[in-house]
């Protein structure tokens, strides 16, 4: 595609429900990265993949949280048993990831999912 | 100390003038700098990168790296209302390790 997509863009939930946020990353993007971002804040990293490998998820809060890329495309943010402090903007970012290219590095975003715990 | 650092603002400049936005980052090894731009309810948008030391300049954007004093500013001419936005300061460590770290970002905002 022409660019990084994620769905849906708005979700809301009640609190104690699973939700699965979806990322649909730029065409032959090798990484890609999850974000959490507060208003008036910068995202906030969560993991992230090379292929389908997830090289690291320090970033993700609890065990709630989990994500997969299973093909090494599409990656899917999972949250379990929902939690108001959940509610925020998630982003999704994709990088060509080219070793030893400068430009691999860059990372590019999706419009991220709107995400409210009622 | 935080890992990148950005002054929060507003930055107020009027139309026509320089706009600097700054950055400091804690991890003196690091190799890869980038700017974004976001608009209000919008995407971060990478608008540059910066890797060695010097001026990079794009347009009306000079991106400005000094690694000894672990410092990147962003420059913009003949700033427009429509630059008027928050700037991101982005940070990738040593070590090919490609977790990138974002500051909180400084708001512009010009004034016609």
């Known amino acids: 595609g022409a660019g990084v997509s994620q769905s849906p863009r708005y979700k809301v939930t009640k609190r104690g429900q699973d939700v699965a946020l979806r990322c649909d990353p730029i065409?032959?993007?090798?990484?890609l990265y999850w974000y959490r971002q507060a208003l008036g804040q910068g995202p906030e990293f969560l993991t992230y993949f090379n292929y389908e490998a997830q090289q690291d998820k320090s970033g993700l809060p609890n065990d709630r949280f989990s994500a997969e890329r299973p093909e090494g495309s599409i990656s899917t943010l999972t949250i379990q048993r929902t939690e108001q402090r959940d509610s925020a903007m998630y982003r999704c970012a994709s990088s060509a990831g080219l070793a030893g290219e400068p430009h691999g590095n860059e990372q590019f975003f999706g419009p991220g999912t709107r995400l409210t715990v009622l | 100390q935080k890992e990148v650092e950005q002054n929060s603002g507003p930055l107020s400049v009027p139309e026509g003038a320089i706009a600097s936005l700054n950055c400091t980052y804690s991890d003196r090894g690091s190799q890869s700098f980038f700017w974004y731009r976001q608009y209000s309810g919008k995407s971060p948008e990478l608008i540059m990168s910066i890797y060695s030391n010097g001026d990079k300049e794009d347009g009306r954007f000079t991106a400005q790296l000094n690694k000894a004093s672990q410092y990147v500013s962003l420059l913009i001419r003949d700033s427009q209302p429509s630059d008027s936005a928050t700037y991101l300061c982005?940070?990738?460590?040593?070590?090919?390790?490609?977790?990138?770290?974002f500051g909180t970002g400084t708001k512009l905002q010009v004034i016609p």
């Open positions: 982005a940070v990738l460590p040593s070590g090919g390790y490609q977790k990138v770290t």
């Open positions: 065409s032959g993007h090798v990484s």
